[in-house]
């Protein structure tokens, strides 16, 4: 009987217990209130962001002309007796010669002490190596020490060219002529080689011929900085970024030679509309025209030039003015210098083999080239001297 009661009296309370918390329910839900919508807004359309694609370093370096084992650069000795690259071009044309530059493979630091093998490119390693991380300067062929390049330094080291004012002048010195236009089977072409590292500092290495009394152009600088080579070439595939130009320039996006900043008539056409680059080279035509015209009518043996064959400028046997094919080889090159002829040559050559000295640094290259017609007898009237 006492059970019962318990049993009973706990099914009260839990009916009480449920009536209660159904009570609670009721009443909470009878208070809530109903949410407003969130009101639609048109927002613009943002578009997702292209995906870029991703290229590894070596693919880069792959597509570079460090790494073409088929190109000049690297097999120009390979019919040699015997096959080998001499001290004198291993530095920048073998990896094993640079490394050897380096004191990376114990010898001694800054010179070439032996003969490089054939068939090496310019690979990851000898960049990117022990001494490389340190090598902060260049001293470049006019003697003058470049510091604080950085991972430039690199780059520099052997793009840094093969002569210099000082060569030149040396030159004409040892063949002992006094003359500026007495020609000399003494004296030979000077190859300024490969310049484009020296260009950006104009005067303050003097890699093109500078005339005595002239003023030029040192550092390019755009506002207050000096740009590096991989603030506008890729590292690995050297490739120009154009993307960059527009951090500086309004610029069409298409070809970088049609950039311009200073509107001054440099070739005297009228035309102030055209890329620097076009300033540049219709001096640089007037230059040859006027070097063929020296050659012809002081020296008396006519010249051609050829840029892509050593030593570039030939003997015009047939007087056409043309490098005809069958000039165009060693036994014929020109050998009629005069120092005033040589001055002239060297720094056509040297604006020649540098395709991006309009943006390294025009003003040095338009002075140097001005110059130089005006030395050889050219016609400068309409022309403007920076």
Not at 54 to 73: G, M, R, T
Not at 220 to 243: A, M, P, Y
Not at 324 to 343: C, F, G, H, M, V
């Amino acid at each position: 009987m006492e059970i019962q009661k318990r049993s009973n009296k706990r099914k009260l309370w839990l009916a009480i217990i449920f009536l209660l918390g159904a009570a609670i329910i009721l009443a909470a839900c009878g208070s809530a209130q109903i949410p407003t919508p969130t009101p639609i807004v048109d927002l613009p359309i943002v578009p997702s962001p292209t995906p870029v694609s991703l290229v590894s370093f070596k693919e880069l370096w792959q597509s570079s002309p460090h790494a073409d084992e088929k190109a000049e650069a690297f097999t120009h000795w390979d019919a040699e007796d015997p096959q080998e690259i001499p001290v004198t071009c291993a530095r920048c044309h073998s990896r094993t010669g640079f490394l050897d530059f380096l004191g990376v493979d114990g010898t001694t630091v800054g010179v070439v002490d032996n003969p490089a093998k054939v068939s090496t490119t310019i690979t990851c390693y000898t960049c990117h190596n022990e001494a490389t991380y340190t090598l902060d300067s260049v001293t470049f062929p006019s003697g003058k020490r470049i510091g604080g390049l950085g991972p430039e330094a690199r780059c520099m080291t052997c793009h840094q060219g093969r002569a210099s004012t000082s060569t030149v002048n040396i030159a004409i010195v040892k063949a002992g002529l006094t003359n500026a236009d007495t020609p000399s089977a003494d004296l030979a072409f000077v190859n300024s080689h490969s310049i484009s590292g020296a260009t950006p500092f104009g005067t303050e290495v003097q890699g093109a011929y500078e005339y005595y009394g002239k003023s030029y152009k040192g550092r390019s600088v755009r506002g207050d900085d000096f740009f590096t080579c991989i603030r506008c070439h890729n590292q690995h595939s050297l490739q120009v970024k154009i993307e960059t130009c527009d951090d500086c320039h309004t610029f069409d996006g298409v070809d970088v030679k049609n950039i311009r900043v200073n509107t001054t008539d440099f070739d005297g056409d009228g035309n102030t509309a055209e890329g620097i680059s076009f300033e540049i080279e219709q001096i640089h035509a007037d230059l040859y025209a006027a070097i063929q015209a020296y050659a012809r009518n002081v020296v008396g043996v006519p010249i051609v030039f050829d840029p892509g064959t050593h030593p570039y400028f030939f003997t015009d046997t047939n007087n056409n003015d043309l490098a005809d094919p069958e000039e165009i080889n060693a036994d014929n090159k020109y050998s009629n210098w005069t120092p005033r002829l040589l001055q002239a040559a060297y720094n056509y050559n040297y604006v020649s083999h540098d395709p991006g000295a309009f943006a390294h640094n025009s003003i040095y290259i338009i002075q140097v080239l001005y110059d130089s017609l005006l030395d050889i007898g050219g016609n400068t009237s309409g022309m403007t001297r920076p």
